[in-house]
């Protein structure tokens, strides 16, 4: 005679299926994880890239104002001072050659 559906031990099958959907489960992660991960990643480093890049632009003009005002003053001053002194020496010989040709 049949055994009764009722009295049948599923057990072995039950663990049998747990064990398969945790394999199955485990492939599907190492399989699909790494290449999540990259693509994270990959997203974070854009998002770095432009946070640090904004902030640069922002920050830039307030670095670099007082080093080019003071490079601009130093490279003014010599200038000046260059060609006003080719100048005041030109202008005194001249004024020397005039003295003494009135001499």
């Known amino acids: ?9 599923l057990t072995p099958l039950t663990a049998a ?13 190492q399989e699909e994880l790494p290449g999540l991960v990259e693509k994270a990643i990959a997203e974070e480093k854009v998002l770095i890239t ?18 080019v005002e003071q490079a601009a ?6 200038v000046a001072r260059d060609v006003v002194g080719e100048v005041a020496e030109t202008e ?4 020397i050659a005039r003295l003494s040709a009135e001499a």
């Not at 299926?17 to 992660?29: I, P, Q």
């Not at 003053?73 to 010599?78: D, F, H, L």
């Open 17 to 29: 299926l747990s064990k398969l959907t945790e394999d199955m489960a485990k492939k599907m992660v």
């Open 73 to 78: 003053k130093e490279v003014i001053e010599k």
């Open 92 to 95: 005194v010989k001249k004024e």
């Open 1 to 9: 005679m049949a055994k009764d559906p009722a009295d049948i031990d």
């Open 50 to 67: 432009e946070t640090v890049q904004e902030v640069a632009r922002k920050a830039l003009p307030d670095l670099l104002k007082p080093i």
